[in-house]
């Protein structure tokens, strides 16, 4: 069974980091993308930073770049969200995603999500 758990989220200030893990499994790790999406309240989701399994290629939307940073770690199936600089509307429920590539932004797995909120 495909599982992929997130967790990390917390309360921070603005400026603050945070550092989001999502543990995969049931998968072949080098097999597939991994993504974090956020979804703001009342927003769409929106993707922000993905990381190829078998080659680490990453992507980063325009609006976190310099900011986050994407990594992973194949040994323990677990991909992780560094995040700096937080500002108010990096405020969502982050989740992490299963996909077969970073550009199409299609994923068939979903984590539960985790929450950031940012305080001005």
């Known amino acids: 069974e495909v599982q992929l758990v997130e967790s990390g989220g917390d309360l921070v200030q603005a400026g603050g980091s945070l550092r989001l893990s999502c543990a995969a499994s049931?998968?072949?790790?080098?097999?597939?993308?991994i993504g974090w999406i956020r979804q703001a309240p009342g927003k769409e989701r929106a993707g922000v930073a993905c990381?190829?399994?078998?080659?680490?290629?990453?992507y980063y939307a325009d609006s976190v770049k310099g900011r986050f940073t994407i990594s992973s770690d194949s040994a323990k199936n677990t991909v992780y969200l560094q995040m700096r600089s937080l500002k108010p509307e990096d405020t969502a429920v982050y989740y992490c995603?299963?996909?077969?590539?970073?550009?199409?932004?299609?994923?068939?797995?979903w984590g539960q999500g985790t929450q950031v909120t940012v305080s001005a």
């Open positions: 995603a299963r996909g077969r590539l970073c550009v199409t932004h299609e994923y068939d797995h």
């Open positions: 049931g998968f072949t790790f080098d097999d597939y993308v």
């Open positions: 990381i190829s399994g078998s080659d680490g290629t990453t």
